[in-house]
Every structure is written in C-alpha cells, then in structure tokens.
C-alpha cells in the first residue's frame, strides 16, 4: 500500500523501487508521484509489467 500512496516520500519511494517482489516494483512503477528518474529505472526492469506499468504512468506519458 505505500508504494501506491500519492503521499509516499520519494525517498521511499527510491528505495520501493529496487524491492526483490516485483509486485511492490509495479506499485512504483504505477504511483503517479514517482519522480521520472525513477521510472527510468524501472523502464529497465527485467519485469514485462514493472515496464508496462511505467510505460503508462502519466509522468512518464509527460515527461518531455
């Protein structure tokens, strides 16, 4: 549930980011908080979904 949190610090979120579950993973990778660095980390997760999930994150879709 905190790495879906809007109001999850992005130093947790940072650290959520790099969890063993890919599950939490994907949570990051949803959360529309999560800063752009860190999507593009996970836009490089050998997960298909973590990256799908990236790939649909509003900050991701605006990040130009």
Known sequence: KIAKSNTTPIHILEKLSNDEHKYVRSAVAKNPNTPV????????????????????????????
């Open 37 to 64: 660095s860190i999507l593009n980390k996970l836009s490089k997760d050998k997960d298909y979904y973590d990256r799908d999930y990236v790939y649909k994150n509003p900050r991701w879709l605006n990040r130009n």
